[in-house]
Structure formats: structure tokens, C-alpha cells
């Protein structure tokens, strides 16, 4: 079993800046991607960014590209997204998940996940 929490939510205003953590235990995640995903009230779950196992490939979704950064410090079984210049638009849960097939590269695709976080709340106001 794999656990996974996310921490560093909250408020914050229009151009600010939140970096998400996102822990996990049960288990050692250096040999697989990790990916954060998002929900807004009313709207289907959606994907933000993807790491792959090694770190060195990272996919991000053209809504955030240039603003949010994912990372990974396997020493600490933990992925980050650093959001940067923050948008009302970017209010949301926002959810880690881990894909456990080994290597992993790393998935735009909700289904290949294994294990999710509870999820974290950002809001963003304007």
C-alpha cells in the first residue's frame, strides 16, 4: 500500500505564488512517475504536470506551461508543484498520484495512476 498526502494548499492572491508537497510512505517511489491532477467545482478531474521516475522528463499541461513546476527529491519520497503567477482560473483540489509500473515515464492519463492523495485546496482570488 502506498499512501500519499498533499499539504501546502490555501489562499492566496492573483499573481502569488504556492508550492504543493506532496509525501508519501508505504512504499519507496524512486522507480516510479508521479503526477499531480486538479478538480474545480463542477468540472471533470484534470491533469497539471508529470515527472518520470529518474526526474528527467516532466510533462505539463499547456494551462500551466511557464507558470507551475513539477519536481521530485527521492531522498524524501516527496514531489512538488511550484505554481507560480497563479490565476483565479487555477482554483482547485489538487491531487498527487503515483503510477506504479516500474520506470514509469510519466502519464497525462488519469487511469494509469495507482494511488491518489486526498487532495489539497487552493483558491485563488482575484
Known amino acids: 500500500q502506498v499512501q500519499l498526502v498533499e499539504s501546502g494548499g490555501g489562499l492566496v492572491q492573483a499573481g502569488g505564488s504556492l508550492r504543493l508537497s506532496c509525501a508519501a510512505s508505504?512504499?519507496?517511489?524512486?522507480?516510479?512517475?508521479l503526477g499531480w491532477f486538479r478538480q474545480a467545482p463542477g468540472k471533470e478531474r484534470e491533469f497539471v504536470a508529470a515527472?518520470?521516475?529518474?526526474?528527467?522528463?516532466?510533462y505539463n499541461a499547456d494551462s500551466v506551461k511557464g507558470r507551475f513546476t513539477i519536481s521530485r527529491d527521492n531522498a524524501k519520497n516527496t514531489v512538488y508543484l511550484q505554481m507560480n503567477s497563479l490565476k483565479p482560473e487555477d482554483t482547485a483540489i489538487y491531487y498527487c498520484?503515483?503510477?506504479?509500473?516500474?520506470?514509469?515515464?510519466?502519464?497525462?492519463?488519469?487511469?494509469?495512476?495507482?494511488?491518489w492523495g486526498q487532495g489539497t485546496q487552493v483558491t485563488v482570488s482575484s
Open positions: 508505504g512504499r519507496t517511489l524512486s522507480s516510479y512517475a
Open positions: 515527472i518520470s521516475y529518474s526526474g528527467r522528463s516532466v
Open positions: 498520484a503515483a503510477d506504479l509500473m516500474v520506470a514509469g515515464r510519466g502519464s497525462t492519463v488519469e487511469y494509469e495512476y495507482d494511488y
